[in-house]
């Protein structure tokens, strides 16, 4: 059972690469009304250029890392994710995670998105791509050895601005936020579709080996929105707090997820500039 416990929070680990989607699925459904799609309200928010390198954390113990990176392609910015268990915990439950994602920011919208995740020996890629009609369109691919391959194909139009969970986290970065402010959109996984409600509660500091950072503390609530979604059993949420620098790069430096099978956490370690990176 403990394996198990801990398999679904690895498998989560690789999803979250940013957090944001750790956020839509270890949350309960909530029961706020929505509201308007809302686009980031400091139009001069440009991600910078680079390599973000993060640690995966559960009960203190090291399970994992990731790295995200930012970079151009014409005018629209690529994000390129990659994720993974590490050796000690690859003999339990081994997970790779790569991810792709084109987004365009004036205005906000993403244009496609491609996601390999392969969990011991069964692989799955799927890719997403927003129509300019406004439909998003899933094709997904299974495969394990012995096995058929188990393809699916999904379209949807959404009727509010919707993203996906890559370009979810430009769209939150980009948010003027103050203590007390809420914002509220629509997240589309390539299978369900959530309203995400992040609200901001205070302004802390965190530390981050030898120096600490100015961070909002915001605090997400998802709602599912599969309107064939059958009533489950009330289960307690997992409480999750994001911790985003107060400052003008409006880095993602921490991700706490607390539940009954334990903690959750996802810390930057450090970030490489994009000219840093060029160099012979």
């Known amino acids: 059972m403990l394996n198990?416990?801990?398999?679904?929070?690895?498998?989560?680990?690789?999803?979250?690469?940013?957090?944001?989607a750790q956020a839509i699925h270890a949350l309960t459904e909530g029961t706020a009304p929505a509201l308007?799609?809302?686009?980031?309200?400091?139009?001069?928010?440009?991600?910078?250029?680079?390599?973000?390198?993060?640690?995966?954390?559960?009960?203190?113990?090291?399970?994992?890392?990731?790295?995200?990176?930012?970079?151009?392609?014409?005018?629209?910015?690529?994000m390129h994710v990659n994720a993974r268990t590490n050796s000690k915990i690859d003999y339990v439950y081994k997970i790779r995670y790569r991810g792709n994602n084109l987004t365009d920011m004036d205005p906000l919208s993403p244009k496609v998105t491609q996601i390999s995740q392969t969990v011991k020996t069964k692989e799955k890629d799927v890719v997403i791509r927003f129509s300019g009609d406004g439909s998003i369109q899933t094709t997904e691919k299974e495969s394990e050895p012995g096995e058929p391959d188990d393809s699916d194909l999904r379209r949807i139009h959404p009727d509010r601005y919707?993203?996906?969970?890559?370009?979810?986290?430009?769209?939150?970065?980009?948010?003027?936020?103050?203590?007390?402010?809420?914002?509220?959109?629509?997240?589309?996984?390539?299978?369900k579709r959530y309203e995400l409600r992040l609200k901001c509660t205070e302004k802390t500091l965190v530390d981050m080996g030898g120096y600490r950072r100015a961070a909002w503390v915001?605090?997400?609530?998802?709602?599912?929105?599969?309107?064939?979604?059958?009533?489950?059993?009330?289960?307690?949420?997992?409480?999750?707090?994001?911790?985003?620098?107060?400052?003008d790069f409006k880095d993602v430096l921490r991700i706490e997820a607390s539940h009954s099978i334990g903690t959750f956490l996802v810390r930057l370690d450090r970030f490489e500039p994009e000219e840093t990176l060029a160099r012979p």
Do not use: C, H
């Not at 498998?11 to 940013?18: E, G, N, V």
């Open 162 to 191: 919707t993203v996906d969970p890559f370009s979810a986290t430009y769209l939150a970065r980009g948010y003027d936020w103050k203590v007390g402010s809420e914002e509220v959109f629509d997240v589309y996984t390539g299978k």
């Open 36 to 78: 308007s799609a809302p686009f980031p309200t400091d139009p001069d928010f440009k991600p910078r250029l680079g390599t973000y390198y993060y640690g995966f954390e559960f009960n203190s113990m090291n399970i994992g890392s990731a790295s995200i990176s930012i970079g151009k392609e014409g005018e629209l910015y690529r």
């Open 4 to 20: 198990k416990k801990i398999a679904i929070v690895l498998l989560a680990a690789s999803l979250i690469t940013l957090a944001w």
């Open 218 to 247: 915001i605090v997400p609530v998802a709602r599912n929105l599969d309107p064939a979604k059958k009533p489950q059993v009330q289960k307690k949420p997992a409480d999750v707090r994001i911790y985003l620098s107060a400052d």
